[in-house]
């Protein structure tokens, strides 16, 4: 019976399955080790903080010793699983005690065809899941609608029916109009005013290129309209198993932050967590509680297992909770999330998602499992991105590792990698891909992940706290991200690697 933290790491051991995280990064495939015997990373670049990881956990790097260069392929973890690197590395792995399990953020045909040709397990759900049905918001709304659960109040719209004044008329200013595909808040837009509209409808039918040329939206024809709600955003993870509907307690999003990332590239653009000031009331945590519990049950039905999560936003005045979308796969909580449960000694979601796809016998006190992951966290995550609007580089190498402001500059500690490694509050780390000196980003590419157990957001959970500000602001010019000039730069990158990213 796995009851707590202790009992899950006790049933781990008897596992005999060899597992694998897989992820651009070996920082996105963190969490694991804490719990599993064992556990090793396939990752495809090879940052500052690999470095630091590496002496703690066996990891395989596609591009180690390439420094600044790339290979030639998309940057994802279809690229590492499908490489030959990764073959010859897990034919020592494969035996009749059980052959490689996978762990990676969201499954692709490619990725399935790989494991598939080499008797390789995936823990995740297949691609059907994905963008063609529960990612897509306005499937995903019309799945709300049947099972009576609250959106704010909107439509689903045919972008050549989108008129500006009859929008006004019905929803006032600001309103919401959502892409169905784009995520992380690209694919949504806060109408203010006729050229907020303007911009957004010619997106919305395939006639806008973003500045730097790299972007470009597709034709589609019906978008999302919806009243604006005044509120902060939260979000929950939930996880789908045999026993029942998991669910830690709601985490704030950071949004919108313009020393993090760009805002003219949506609303909603996703920036972070912060666990340390997300405390709610009663009354809203069983709001969440009972839509994770609906939806997770209309999931499995439809034979869905493990991780997903929903984003909520919370009506200020009325402590309303309605739900925005929904990501059927690992969240942009993770590996953070791991790390925030292991400190606060809870037993990791993560574990049961990994339990439910090896398809072991196990028993959980789902009541008391539940209890433990629903209290309070202690752990926050900034994600800094590339704001010049052009693919630039960094002209300066920061060390990976702990930090804390002194003055206006940052000062380096020691080296770590996890929140466990932090004293303070005073203290954060520089994690997730920290690059080498003249790495090249395209625009808004995340450079690191910034970790910390302080609070990040103040008291209208939509501001950075003057700390958390100050923070990012001096991270962000410690890079010294310069934007390159384009017709020196293509000359040394393929530009089928650009347009892939």
């Known amino acids: 019976m796995i009851k707590d933290l202790k009992t899950l790491k006790e049933f781990f051991k008897t596992i005999k399955t060899p597992i694998f995280g897989a992820g651009v990064y070996a920082f996105n495939r963190l969490g694991l080790e804490t719990i599993i015997p064992n556990y090793r990373i396939l990752a495809l670049r090879y940052s500052l903080d690999t470095e630091l990881i590496k002496k703690d956990i066996e990891i395989l790097s596609i591009e180690k010793n390439m420094g600044t260069k790339h290979i030639q392929e998309p940057r994802n973890a279809t690229t590492v699983i499908s490489h030959p690197k990764t073959k010859k590395y897990l034919e020592k792995y494969t035996s009749p005690a059980g052959k490689p399990a996978i762990l990676v953020l969201k499954s692709s045909t490619k990725m399935e065809q790989t ?80 050229e907020d509209f303007n911009k957004t409808f010619k997106k919305l039918k395939g006639e806008w290129i973003e500045e730097d040329g790299e972007t470009k939206f597709e034709a589609i024809p019906e978008a999302i309209v919806a009243k604006f709600i005044q509120g902060s955003s939260p979000s929950i993870t939930g996880c789908v198993t045999k026993h029942g509907i998991l669910s830690t307690n709601l985490q704030h999003q950071v949004l919108d932050i313009p020393q993090l990332f760009n805002p003219t590239r949506g609303s909603g653009l996703f920036c972070g967590h912060d666990w340390t000031s997300s ?16 939806i997770g049950q209309y999931f499995k039905e439809m034979g869905y297992k493990g991780i997903f999560g929903l984003d909520f936003v919370l009506d200020e005045e009325t402590e309303k909770l309605y ?63 590339n704001l010049t609007e052009h693919w630039a580089r960094n002209h300066k190498q920061i060390e990976a590792g702990i930090y804390k402001l002194n003055k206006d500059k940052l000062e380096y500690l020691r080296p770590g990698y996890d929140l466990k490694h932090l004293k303070d509050k005073e203290e954060f780390l520089l994690v997730d891909g920290v690059p080498l000196k003249k790495s090249h980003f395209s625009p808004n590419r995340r450079i690191c992940r910034i970790l910390t157990l302080n609070q990040t957001l103040d008291n209208t959970h939509k501001q950075l706290t003057p700390w958390a500000l100050q923070t990012a602001e001096t991270v962000y010019r410690s890079f010294e991200m310069k934007p390159i000039k384009w017709i020196k730069f293509k000359k040394k990158i393929n530009p089928n690697f650009i347009a892939k990213g």
């Open 279 to 294: 405390r709610f009331s009663q009354e809203v945590d069983q709001q969440a509680y009972e839509i994770t519990e609906k």
């Open 323 to 385: 739900l925005i979308e929904c990501n059927p796969r690992l969240l942009g909580s993770f590996p953070t999330l791991n790390m925030v449960q292991f400190i606060n000694n809870e037993p990791l979601i993560l574990g049961f998602h990994i339990l439910e796809f090896l398809d072991v016998d196990y028993e959980i006190d789902l009541e008391e499992i539940n209890r433990l992951m629903r209290q309070d966290k202690i752990g926050a995550q900034m994600l800094p991105h």
């Open 115 to 194: 494991c598939q040709e080499n008797n390789w397990k995936l823990l995740t759900n297949p691609t059907t899941f994905g963008k063609e049905t529960l990612e897509n918001k306005i499937k995903f709304r019309r799945i709300l609608r049947e099972i009576e659960i609250e959106v704010p109040p909107g439509k689903i719209a045919s972008v050549d029916k989108l008129h500006y004044g009859h929008l006004i008329n019905k929803y006032g200013l600001p309103f919401v109009i959502q892409h169905p595909t784009k995520g992380g808040g690209k694919g949504t837009f806060f109408i203010n005013n006729q």
